[in-house]
């Protein structure tokens, strides 16, 4: 928290030995709002292991995911500003399998009123020292700035789309017109401890679960954002100097703690991972060719890091015929671990752990079955076509065919593995409508029908989702 407070304290102090009039003080905010429906069923295990879970179908989820979000901004000048945002979600379950201690088993969950956490707060300086150089210092988010996100996404993976913040500093130099250096530090928190929380509660009573009814409603553990606490550097390189190609390369370090679900045995370690990768995007008349690749080496306890990973497609356009469709078609690649080597070979999305990639119900069944917890020992080949039959409304529809590169890791037990490496099949489909700049609809729905990477009974498994936006 006393990090924060020293950017407010230096941006207050500024604008008080600066100017004696805040005539060029800027206020403005805005709220948000987000009403989402989902259910998923067997996403955890198909129904293929001896657990409760497949006995019981307690994977199954039907539930409410309400967001909300303040936010404000205050600008001094052209150069100075200062963005915070606060945000809650909470859940309201409608079916939720659970055990009591004692009594039969209950289909609900005891709805709580989440915390309210800073999701946002940092400081902008443009120009800093007058040299063509823009700082932004704090807690931020990096969605949509690199790479298609393939490896900077979301630095909260494990609230879902609750947040996704980062603790970071980045600076951006301008080197001319056509080519940005970015220098950004990271230093990624398993719980957020850094600031203030509204409605938290610490602790738990010894023998209970998150999951279960106690004396206790309002007692909760704290929200758990990352596997373990991380702290890196990025080195980002974008230029534009080639007609019609977009290019970006980059160098990322991580340093992990030892929170890490192992495979080589089931033990945690810490992690070092240096990545080296290039993004590219060739853009000519209707036709687009983008593609990324990344290569890792690092170290995993005691075991030497080696990895790589990217995906490569192909988009046409026919922006004249009716309703305007886009096709796409390619592929993406993200190495395994080979057992039988003395290297790791399983492929880190580093800080894009919660990207949904490829599919979103895909991205649930891998993380499980990879011990893991991220993308990573998978082939995505990904057919797709995007319809607008108004200005307002968007069309997706899309066949992925999922398959592994090397059988999965000796500690992964939540699934029964069947000898293959054909992962399976998943459709997916979703409608967005667009009422305003304001208010938007979304519908999703996608099936996984497992292969031959589980055994013959596994199930299907299903994820659906109805959504309302709402922001001023």
């Known amino acids: 928290m006393k990090k924060y407070l020293v950017l407010v304290f230096?941006?207050?102090c500024f604008l008080a030995f600066t100017s004696s009039s805040f005539?060029?003080?800027n206020l403005k905010g805005g709220t948000y709002a987000r009403v989402r429906h989902e259910f998923v069923k067997d996403w955890v295990d198909l129904q293929t292991s001896n657990s409760t879970l497949s006995k019981e179908g307690k994977d199954n989820r039907s539930y409410f995911r309400f967001k909300t979000s303040l936010w404000g901004q205050m600008d001094y000048g052209k150069e100075l500003s200062l963005y915070a945002k606060l945000t809650n979600e909470n859940r309201a379950y409608t079916y939720y399998v659970k055990t009591q201690a004692a009594g039969p088993q209950k289909k609900s969950f005891p709805y709580q009123f989440n915390e309210i956490f800073f999701d946002n707060l940092y400081l902008d300086i443009k120009n800093f020292l007058k040299m063509p150089v823009d700082l932004r210092l704090g807690r931020q988010d990096l969605l949509g700035q690199y790479g298609e996100g393939f490896l900077i996404f979301d630095g909260t993976p494990l609230d879902g789309t609750r947040s996704f913040w980062f603790d970071a500093a980045k600076a951006v130099w301008r080197i001319d017109p056509k080519s940005t250096l970015d220098l950004i530090y990271i230093n990624q928190p398993k719980v957020d401890d850094i600031l203030p929380i509204i409605n938290r509660f610490h602790g738990q009573p010894a023998g209970t679960s998150p999951c279960a009814e106690t004396t206790y409603p309002k007692l909760k553990p704290e929200q758990q954002l990352n596997r373990s606490d991380m702290q890196g550097f990025v080195l980002y390189h974008k230029t534009d100097y080639f007609k019609n190609l977009h290019l970006e390369n980059y160098y990322i370090y991580v340093r992990e703690e030892s929170d890490l679900s192992a495979a080589k045995p089931n033990t945690k370690y810490k992690t070092t991972l240096n990545t080296f990768?290039?993004?590219?995007?060739y853009t000519i008349s209707s036709w687009t060719l983008r593609g990324q690749f990344a290569y890792q080496t690092g170290e995993y306890g005691a075991f030497d890091w080696k990895s790589y990973g990217g995906y490569a497609f192909v988009d046409k356009s026919f922006k004249e015929k009716l309703w305007s469709p886009i096709f796409s078609t390619g592929m993406y690649y993200l190495s395994g671990d080979d057992r039988t080597t003395d290297h790791f070979e399983g492929f880190n999305p580093v800080f894009s752990r919660g990207n949904p990639m490829?599919?979103?119900?895909?991205?649930?069944?891998?993380m499980n079955d990879t011990d893991l917890y991220w993308w990573s020992n998978a082939?995505?080949?990904?057919?797709s076509m995007t319809l607008s039959p108004t200005k307002k409304t968007k069309l997706f529809v899309s066949y992925n065919y999922l398959r592994a590169n090397q059988d999965p890791p000796a500690g992964s037990a939540l699934f029964a593995y069947d000898g293959g490496k054909n992962r399976g099949q998943l459709p997916q489909m979703s409608l967005t409508y667009a009422l305003n700049k304001n208010i938007s609809f979304l519908l999703l729905a996608e099936y996984f029908i497992p292969g031959n990477f589980y055994r013959d009974k596994a199930d299907t498994a299903v994820l659906t989702r109805s959504q309302v936006e709402v922001k001023f």
């Open 10 to 12: 230096v941006f207050v």
């Open 23 to 25: 005539a060029q003080v």
């Open 277 to 281: 990768g290039q993004f590219a995007k």
């Open 358 to 366: 490829a599919t979103e119900l895909g991205m649930y069944i891998v």
């Open 379 to 383: 082939q995505v080949y990904k057919l």
